[in-house]
């Protein structure tokens, strides 16, 4: 299923928006919940009813001068989220950016229908929405999204998986990185090192022998590997940038 949440000061805004939503998802016959909220009650949801949301609707900017904050929060709870800033002009552009935000759209113009159809149309196609791998962990098979997987590192002849699930999990297997990175399916999963694989969608910035993660932790980043992560990185830079594009 997939859960929306909605953030901002106005009810009458949050009703409006919901109300579109709703007409919108029936239409294509798609499971969802809508879920409204005050900036000063979604935070606690994320530890609650929010913990599966895949996409959130925050406003940013004039009035809502916290809206930025509030969605910075969003991100580090919620890396593998979708998030829509709802601007009132455009300096929430480079905000957008920022975090990553799949659109920075002005808050007048979100309720014209091809615009909030651009947004769900862009979230109901990542295939992050479906898509699960199970692997034979030490203490039994688990089940979880490749696009919550943070890294992996081999050492002392284990793999030990970090895993976005209500804060990052490590899990621990035996095998190689070989076997994972033809078993898992991801097109942003990236061998670094021979010893690390790393999902570029929690990449913060590359840097001269390491990628800096979105939580501040550092990945080595191999001579030899080094060519073929810059190539990947500026792709998914590429792809990030204009799925954040202002409109």
Known sequence: MLKIALCDEEVRFRKMLADEIRVYMCNRSREFSVCEYNPNHLLEALEGELRDCKMFFVTSGGAHSDGFRLASRIRRHRPEAAIVLMAE???CAWDGYRI??????????????????DCLNTICAKPYAETTVTLPFVGGKHTFSPYKLLYVESRLHKLFFYIYEDGIREYAMYGKLNYICDKISCPFLVRTHQSFLVN????????????????????????????????A??????????????V
């Open 200 to 231: 570029l969608i929690f990449a913060e910035t590359l840097e001269r022998g390491h990628i800096v993660l979105r939580n501040g932790i550092v990945i080595d980043v191999s001579r030899a590997h080094m060519a073929e992560v810059k190539i």
């Open 100 to 117: 990553g935000a799949l659109r920075c759209i002005r808050r007048t113009e979100l309720l014209k229908t091809e615009y909030l159809k």
């Open 89 to 91: 002009d455009e300096s």
């Open 233 to 246: 990185y500026e792709k998914y830079r590429t792809l990030r940038d204009k799925n954040a594009e202002y």
